[in-house]
């Protein structure tokens, strides 16, 4: 009998190597994302996040066990929607025209492109900028039509590297709020990757930890604060709170 539960992603034993190169970058990695998770790695620079992020994504292959729903990734496909650090809207085109584009593709009717599009430009908090074209928009701004660009196709999964590495910390922590609301609203699973613990402390449910020399998750970790309302505290006040946990993160990505 298969297990009741079944987990959105399940990896096991992934291995990754580019096809430049005889070394492999992710060596017998095993993880699951589960349903309605927001899933956050951290782990220092190069250590291969955004590796296994990108054969989440389908971008690029791997070894060994990689599924969705229980069925193999074999490539990009609208079930999972990247964000990126420095994600590319299209700038000829309205804000409202980028958060359709998916739809239009995969040609939905425009009365239901429209729809949509309207109730994610009011969630992200852009409707007053539908017409705006997006190389007029702020860093901070660009993020938000990028997201709501990959939830109009009401992707299960969002995968996320760096998401808002490039924001200021005012304009970052308002983005990790939202990000919550969202997660809450439209009942998706995230998959994060964040150099700031504490932003996987806001954010994560569980928080996955990779060092310089493993190639592999070393320890995935429940966050004990997930439940706690860190949204609307100052980084001061919760860098106070959760300095232990914060403690036990680092000395497992520095090991
Ligand atoms: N396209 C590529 N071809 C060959 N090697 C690559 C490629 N992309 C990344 N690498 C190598 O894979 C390793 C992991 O890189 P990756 O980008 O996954 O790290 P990361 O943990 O995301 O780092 P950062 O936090 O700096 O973004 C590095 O040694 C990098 O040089
Ligand atoms: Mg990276």
Same mark, same amino acid.
């Given at each position: 009998?298969?297990?009741?539960?079944?987990?959105?992603?399940?990896?096991?034993?992934?291995?990754?190597?580019?096809?430049?190169?005889?070394?492999?970058?992710?060596?017998?990695?095993?993880?699951?994302?589960?349903?309605?998770?927001?899933?956050?790695?951290?782990?220092?620079?190069?250590?291969?996040?955004?590796?296994?992020?990108?054969?989440?994504?389908?971008?690029?292959?791997?070894?060994?066990?990689?599924?969705?729903?229980?069925?193999?990734?074999?490539?990009?496909?609208?079930?999972?929607?990247?964000?990126?650090?420095?994600?590319?809207?299209?700038?000829?085109?309205?804000?409202?025209?980028?958060?359709?584009?998916?739809?239009?593709?995969?040609?939905?009717?425009?009365? &239901? /492109?429209?729809?949509?599009?309207?109730?994610?430009? #009011? %969630?992200?908090?852009? $409707? +007053?900028?539908?017409?705006?074209?997006?190389?007029?928009?702020?860093?901070?701004?660009?993020?938000?039509?990028?997201?709501?660009?990959?939830?109009?196709?009401?992707?299960?999964?969002?995968?996320?590297?760096?998401?808002?590495?490039?924001?200021?910390?005012?304009?970052?922590?308002?983005?990790?709020?939202?990000?919550?609301?969202?997660?809450?609203?439209?009942?998706?699973?995230?998959?994060?990757?964040?150099?700031?613990?504490?932003?996987?402390?806001?954010?994560?449910?569980?928080?996955?930890?990779?060092?310089?020399?493993?190639?592999?998750?070393? &320890? /995935?970790?429940?966050?004990?604060?997930?439940?706690? #309302? %860190?949204?609307?505290? $100052? +980084?001061?006040?919760?860098?106070?709170?959760?300095?232990?946990?914060?403690?036990?993160?680092?000395?497992?990505?520095?090991?």
């Amino acid at each position: 009998m298969e297990e009741f539960k079944m987990e959105l992603i399940q990896a096991d034993n992934l291995s990754i190597k580019y096809p430049n190169s005889d070394v492999p970058v992710i060596v017998n990695t095993s993880f699951n994302v589960a349903k309605n998770e927001i899933f956050v790695l951290v782990g220092p620079s190069g250590c291969g996040k955004s590796t296994i992020l990108q054969a989440i994504a389908g971008f690029i292959s791997s070894d060994g066990v990689l599924k969705m729903n229980g069925e193999t990734i074999t490539g990009p496909d609208w079930q999972r929607g990247v964000v990126f650090q420095n994600s590319s809207l299209y700038p000829w085109l309205t804000v409202k025209d980028n958060v359709g584009f998916g739809l239009k593709v995969r040609k939905f009717p425009q009365k &239901k /492109i429209d729809s949509r599009v309207r109730y994610l430009l #009011d %969630l992200i908090g852009l $409707s +007053d900028q539908s017409q705006t074209k997006t190389f007029e928009l702020s860093g901070g701004m660009r993020q938000r039509v990028a997201i709501a660009r990959v939830l109009a196709n009401n992707s299960p999964l969002l995968l996320m590297d760096e998401p808002f590495g490039a924001l200021d910390a005012f304009t970052r922590a308002k983005m990790q709020g939202l990000i919550l609301d969202i997660w809450r609203k439209e009942k998706t699973s995230i998959f994060m990757i964040t150099h700031d613990l504490n932003e996987a402390i806001r954010c994560g449910n569980r928080i996955a930890i990779m060092n310089s020399h493993d190639k592999r998750i070393v &320890k /995935i970790m429940d966050n004990p604060f997930q439940d706690t #309302d %860190l949204e609307e505290i $100052s +980084d001061f006040e919760l860098e106070r709170k959760i300095d232990g946990f914060r403690k036990d993160i680092l000395k497992i990505i520095n090991q």
